[in-house]
Nanobody, 118 residues
Framework: QVQLVESGGGLVQPGGSLRLSCAASGFPFSTYRMSWYRQAPGKERELVAGIASAGGITNYKDSVKGRFTISRDNAKNTVYLQMNSLKPEDTAVYYC???????????WGQGTQVTVSS
């Protein structure tokens, strides 16, 4: 069965750092594009960062460029999101997503809470 499990969230002060992990199983991880989305209270879920199936090519939401870095380790079936210089507006539940094609279902994790507050 397909499973995506996020971890690494928590409470941090503004300016702090956090690294999120998403462990995948039950599907050919190395053939899927991986992304991180987030959803804050009262807001729509939004794309934060994405990475190509083999790594290398990445994309980011404008407001996180220069602060967040997405990476993946296909040997470990894991994708990461390194978050630096965190701001209160980064507070949200962060979700891991796996995508291959329009003919395949997306896979989603359960989410991990990130709270940035002093």
């Amino acid at each position: 069965q397909v499973q995506l499990v996020e971890s690494g969230g928590g409470l941090v002060q503004p300016g702090g750092s956090l690294r999120l992990s998403c462990a995948a199983s039950g599907f050919p991880f190395s053939t899927y594009r991986m992304s991180w989305y987030r959803q804050a209270p009262g807001k729509e879920r939004e794309l934060v960062a994405g990475i190509a199936s083999a790594g290398g090519i990445t994309n980011y939401k404008d407001s996180v460029k220069g602060r967040f870095t997405i990476s993946r380790d296909n040997a470990k079936n894991t994708v990461y999101l390194q978050m630096n210089s965190l701001k209160p507006e980064d507070t949200a539940v962060y979700y891991c997503n796996a995508y291959r094609s329009r003919n395949q279902n997306d896979y989603w994790g359960q989410g991990t809470q990130v709270t940035v507050s002093s």
